[in-house]
């Protein structure tokens, strides 16, 4: 059975950082790409960081590069989203997502960045 379990989000001030972990099972994690995604009420997904399967390059938009980090433990079958210097705006859930020869999605977590 094939699960993406995100963790770590909650309340933060402005200015806070956030680990976010996604921990992956049912499929070989290693293959996949894994990327994070962000999804404010009435939107649609958006990606917020992206990491490839074995060397590792990485991929952020303009909105958060600089200030959130992608990496993954292939031992582990865990990606994680290291949130730094966080807005308001980035409040909102983040969702996880495998992709190979399938999609994978994780069923969110919210963070809240208020103070």
Not at 30 to 44: D, L, V
Not at 71 to 89: C, G, H, I, V, W
Request: with cysteine; hydrophobic share 30%.
């Amino acid at each position: 059975q094939v699960q993406l379990v995100e963790s770590g989000g909650g309340l933060v001030q402005p200015g806070g950082s956030l680990r976010l972990s996604c921990a992956a099972s049912g499929f070989t994690f290693s293959n996949y790409y894994m990327s994070w995604y962000h999804q404010a009420p009435g939107k649609e997904r958006e990606l917020v960081a992206g990491i490839t399967s074995t060397v590792g390059g990485t991929n952020y938009p303009d909105s958060v590069k600089g200030r959130f980090t992608i990496s993954r433990d292939n031992a582990k079958n865990t990606a994680y989203l290291q949130m730094d210097s966080l807005k308001p705006e980035d409040t909102t859930v983040y969702y996880c997502k495998a992709s190979w020869a399938r999609n994978y999605w994780g069923q969110g977590t919210q963070v809240t960045v208020s103070s």
